[in-house]
């Protein structure tokens, strides 16, 4: 027999911040509720079944003023991955000089998600 389970959200899709209720029975959504806007509803649907995130971190740099460059991977990655990402960045420098937007790791930690710089270095 199932239950029916209700998970609590805080909408992170706009800067209105609302509080949803999923209310899912087993794996499948049955309701949406709380949300003001359409993005809230798609970014809960999402939030419960396959979450995503968007990693910001640094890497070290060579040849530069600073020992670091901030980046991002340029696309959100499955929550899970977060820690691959993080570790497979660990391992790597690269040499200045680096531009906003250039890549520093392709498909990093088999994501398929490259990883961009954030500044000029």
């Not at 980046?71 to 680096?98: H, Q, R, W, Y």
């Amino acid at each position: 027999m199932s239950e029916n389970k209700n998970v609590n959200l805080t909408c992170i899709g706009c800067p209105l911040g609302c509080s949803i209720t999923v209310c899912m029975q087993d794996k499948e959504i049955i309701s949406v509720t709380g949300n003001t806007c359409p993005r809230g509803e798609a970014y809960a649907r999402k939030e419960v079944t396959a979450p995503t995130r968007i990693v910001t971190t640094t890497v070290r740099v060579s040849g530069a003023a600073s020992p670091v460059v901030s980046c991002k991977t340029k696309s959100d990655i499955p929550k899970g991955m977060i820690f691959d990402v993080i570790n497979a960045l660990k391992e790597i420098t690269v040499t200045a000089p680096i531009k906003i937007g250039d890549i520093l790791i392709k498909d990093v930690a088999g994501t398929g998600v490259d990883i961009v710089a954030t500044q000029n270095v």
